[in-house]
T-cell receptor, first 114, second 112 residues
Framework: QKEVEQDPGPLSVPEGAIVSLNCTYS??????FMWYRQYSRKGPELLMY????GNKEDGRFTAQVDKSSKYISLFIRDSQPSDSATYLC??????????????FGQGTILTVHP | NAGVTQTPKFRILKIGQSMTLQCTQD?????MYWYRQDPGMGLKLIYY???????DKGEVPNGYNVSRSTTEDFPLRLELAAPSQTSVYFC???????????FGSGTQLSVL
């Protein structure tokens, strides 16, 4: 069983739609959760970061963490063609020695068409 | 403002050949990382470094070596290339105790 499972999609939505991206994880040691966005032929870039259970909002993006269910989500409101990319969830254990030592999901390919 | 720079962008190797993937960053970050990305598999950590002269293994270190003689540079060495090392390799850096990793644009490596 993979430590982090992410639906690879691909996901295709019309412009303006609400997008929901999800990851489940099995290791309760994971305490820090991130979403990275990766455009074609580019490196991933950090989109959202959260530690506690609950919601965190940044513009059109909302990250949700439910530690009791070991489930994290990323919601994109009013999706735009420029949101077309691969979205990767990532997480790490607690502790100073774990910075940057991330476990990634497989990535979800999202296409937003005009 | 270059950030993290990786060279080369593409490379084809024959089985058994060796090569070094170069990575340099200009943000004065102490932490640097090498990840590999295989289709449908996410990114996996190969090696990391918390400062010049300090390196340690990640999840998938076999077949690779690293060195960190300066803050800026973190090269990844493949000694005896194998088809299983066909992948896209990403170098990343971060400042101390910061969650945000800055990634390079990657090196696409094929071993035939």
């Amino acid at each position: 069983q993979k430590e982090v499972e992410q639906d690879p999609g691909p996901l295709s939505v019309p412009e303006g739609a609400i997008v929901s991206l999800n990851c489940t994880y099995s290791n309760s040691a994971f305490q820090y959760f991130m979403w990275y966005r990766q455009y074609s032929r580019k490196g991933p870039e950090l989109l959202m970061y959260t530690y506690s259970s609950g919601n965190k909002e940044d513009g059109r993006f909302t990250a949700q963490v439910d530690k009791s269910s070991k489930y994290i989500s990323l919601f994109i409101r009013d999706s735009q063609p420029s949101d077309s990319a691969t979205y990767l969830c990532a997480m790490r254990r607690a502790g100073g020695t774990s910075y940057g030592k991330l476990t990634f999901g497989q990535g979800t390919i999202l296409t937003v068409h005009p | 403002n270059a950030g993290v720079t990786q060279t080369p962008k593409f490379r084809i190797l024959k089985i058994g050949q060796s090569m070094t993937l170069q990575c340099t960053q200009d943000m004065n970050h102490n932490y640097m990382y090498w990840y590999r990305q295989d289709p449908g598999m996410g990114l996996k950590l190969i090696y990391y470094s918390v400062g010049a002269g300090i390196t340690d293994k990640g999840e998938v270190p076999n077949g690779y070596n690293v060195s960190r003689s300066t803050t800026e540079d973190f090269p990844l060495r493949l000694e005896l290339a194998a088809p299983s090392q066909t992948s896209v390799y990403f170098c990343a850096s971060s400042s101390d105790r910061e969650e945000k990793l800055f990634f390079g644009s990657g090196t696409q490596l094929s071993v035939l």
